[in-house]
């Protein structure tokens, strides 16, 4: 009797916790967006009316670089990207946090200087961290905080992504290194949905009471797939894996000449090119989410072929800033880089229809995230909410087939 009593108050004890951190990764999420919503706005939009300046965009972009140069040159490789946060938590079984204040920093000003990169490296970096710091002053949470750390970085992504299932998926897959989670155990699936409830409530709440900061994917229409659009998977899936093998050449030869240039300077070219990109063609800056939702707002003014070129643009501006320094996550962009290659592949094969695009981009993005994530069930889950339920079994078969077609 007195054991069972013992496991019962461990469980609440556990599950407050749990609560806890949800609720706290959820309000250092909404902070954190909503100053990059607030920074942003004021650099693109207030201050390009008030100030008259001819090439603005690449002035900003290329001043902004140089200043990330020169943090970084002071304090160091910040933000760290998703797959080393992950891998140190894995093999170091820890996370350092004494500078949480230079990680926040340096995952804010690539964000708001209109980098071709997501929130979403920065931000698991800093809660992971926290949730080592929970560990380490803590006195219940130090035994677990391997585990609190996993459970940490599922709610951000769940939180960013608007999607609760992704972050178990991606975290879970990432850990065990197979293609279906190990997700039996009773207790493991309560705590993940304890956890992220607890976030998802208190994101909602501020939101709503305070307003959002950046915003997640926007949801397709709803498009009955016809048997035309059956017929083209495999050149869908086929496109999707082309430009996933465009990501892994243009990754590697930006990452080559990225190694031969000095700190700072790195930094600078690498805003310029952001800033010229930017000027050219505004809609390859900044994560993705908004100029999505205006393409498919917008989708029959746009030729087919200025999409399918910005898609390639969109991935290589995207390794461009990573490797630079301008750095942040991948997911965000090279998602709209796959809907942009789906629209534009469908725009040419159905030039008179736009009732395939919506299967198209689906199929596309989920070949080319598939391939560049290789967790089929994670990209399901992220792109689950944004593409009609339909489509949710062709997609996990084009997240299957672009997983075993990387390299």
Same mark, same amino acid.
């Given at each position: 009797?007195?054991?069972?009593?013992?496991?019962?108050?461990?469980?609440?004890?556990?599950?407050?916790?749990?609560?806890?951190?949800?609720?706290?990764?959820?309000?250092? &999420?909404?902070?954190?967006?909503?100053?990059?919503?607030?920074?942003?706005?004021?650099?693109?939009?207030?201050?390009?009316?008030?100030?008259?300046?001819?090439? @603005?965009?690449?002035?900003?972009?290329?001043?902004?670089?140089?200043?990330?140069?020169?943090?970084?040159? +002071?304090?160091?490789?910040?933000?760290?990207?998703?797959?080393?946060?992950?891998?140190?938590?894995?093999?170091?079984?820890?996370?350092?946090?004494?500078? /949480?204040?230079?990680?926040?920093?340096?995952?804010? !000003?690539?964000?708001? #200087?209109?980098?071709?990169?997501?929130?979403? *490296?920065?931000?698991?970096?800093?809660?992971?961290?926290?949730?080592?710091?929970?560990?380490?002053?803590?006195?219940?949470?130090?035994?677990?905080?391997?585990?609190?750390?996993?459970?940490?970085?599922?709610?951000?992504?769940?939180?960013?992504?608007?999607?609760?299932?992704?972050? #178990?998926?991606?975290?879970?897959?990432?850990?065990?290194?197979?293609?279906?989670?190990?997700?039996?155990?009773?207790?493991?699936?309560?705590?993940?949905?304890?956890?992220?409830?607890?976030?998802?409530?208190?994101? !909602?709440?501020?939101?709503?009471?305070?307003?959002?900061? /950046?915003?997640?994917?926007?949801?397709?229409?709803?498009?009955?797939?016809?048997? *035309?659009?059956?017929?083209?998977? &495999?050149?869908?899936? #086929?496109?999707?894996?082309?430009?996933?093998?465009?990501?892994? &050449?243009?990754?590697?030869?930006?990452? @080559?000449?990225?190694?031969?240039?000095?700190?700072?300077?790195?930094?600078?070219?690498?805003?310029?090119?952001?800033?010229?990109?930017?000027?050219?063609?505004?809609?390859? /800056?900044?994560?993705?989410?908004?100029?999505?939702?205006?393409?498919?707002?917008?989708?029959?003014?746009?030729?087919?072929?200025? !999409?399918?070129?910005?898609?390639?643009?969109?991935?290589?501006?995207?390794?461009?800033?990573?490797?630079?320094?301008?750095?942040?996550?991948?997911?965000?962009?090279? &998602?709209?880089?796959?809907?942009?290659?789906? @629209?534009?592949?469908?725009?040419?094969?159905?030039?008179?229809?736009?009732?395939?695009?919506?299967?198209?981009?689906? =199929?596309?993005?989920?070949? !080319?995230?598939?391939? =560049?994530?290789? +967790?089929?069930?994670?990209?399901? /889950?992220?792109?689950?909410?944004?593409?009609?339920?339909?489509?949710?079994?062709? =997609?996990?078969?084009?997240?299957?087939?672009?997983?075993?077609?990387?390299?």
């Amino acid at each position: 009797m007195k054991t069972l009593s013992v496991k019962l108050k461990n469980q609440l004890n556990l599950s407050l916790f749990c609560i806890i951190i949800g609720a706290f990764t959820s309000a250092v &999420i909404w902070l954190f967006l909503k100053a990059v919503s607030a920074a942003t706005a004021f650099i693109w939009e207030w201050a390009p009316g008030k100030i008259a300046l001819p090439l @603005y965009t690449v002035l900003i972009c290329t001043a902004g670089g140089a200043l990330i140069g020169i943090f970084r040159n +002071k304090y160091g490789d910040y933000p760290e990207e998703l797959t080393t946060v992950l891998g140190k938590v894995k093999n170091e079984k820890r996370y350092e946090y004494r500078n /949480m204040s230079v990680m926040l920093l340096a995952a804010f !000003l690539p964000l708001i #200087i209109g980098s071709s990169v997501g929130p979403e *490296a920065g931000l698991t970096g800093i809660i992971v961290g926290l949730c080592y710091w929970a560990g380490d002053n803590l006195k219940f949470a130090r035994g677990n905080v391997k585990e609190y750390s996993e459970i940490g970085t599922a709610v951000t992504l769940s939180l960013l992504f608007h999607s609760p299932l992704f972050g #178990i998926f991606a975290v879970e897959e990432d850990k065990e290194e197979k293609a279906v989670p190990d997700l039996t155990k009773t207790s493991k699936i309560f705590i993940y949905g304890l956890t992220i409830a607890s976030g998802f409530g208190v994101y !909602l709440l501020l939101s709503h009471l305070f307003g959002a900061g /950046m915003g997640a994917f926007p949801t397709f229409p709803a498009q009955e797939p016809k048997r *035309a659009d059956y017929l083209m998977m &495999i050149p869908y899936i #086929i496109c999707g894996c082309i430009l996933c093998r465009f990501y892994q &050449i243009s990754h590697r030869g930006c990452g @080559y000449l990225a190694e031969r240039l000095p700190n700072v300077l790195k930094e600078t070219l690498g805003g310029l090119c952001l800033g010229i990109a930017g000027l050219a063609v505004p809609a390859v /800056m900044f994560s993705g989410e908004e100029q999505m939702s205006e393409l498919i707002a917008a989708y029959p003014e746009y030729l087919p072929i200025l !999409l399918i070129g910005i898609a390639f643009l969109k991935i290589l501006l995207t390794n461009i800033c990573i490797l630079s320094g301008l750095k942040g996550g991948h997911f965000f962009p090279v &998602i709209f880089a796959g809907v942009c290659l789906g @629209y534009g592949i469908a725009g040419l094969i159905f030039p008179e229809s736009a009732e395939h695009v919506v299967f198209a981009a689906a =199929i596309v993005t989920s070949a !080319l995230l598939g391939g =560049i994530m290789k +967790k089929p069930l994670a990209v399901t /889950m992220v792109l689950f909410l944004c593409f009609p339920v339909k489509m949710f079994v062709w =997609i996990f078969l084009a997240a299957a087939v672009g997983c075993k077609n990387s390299t």
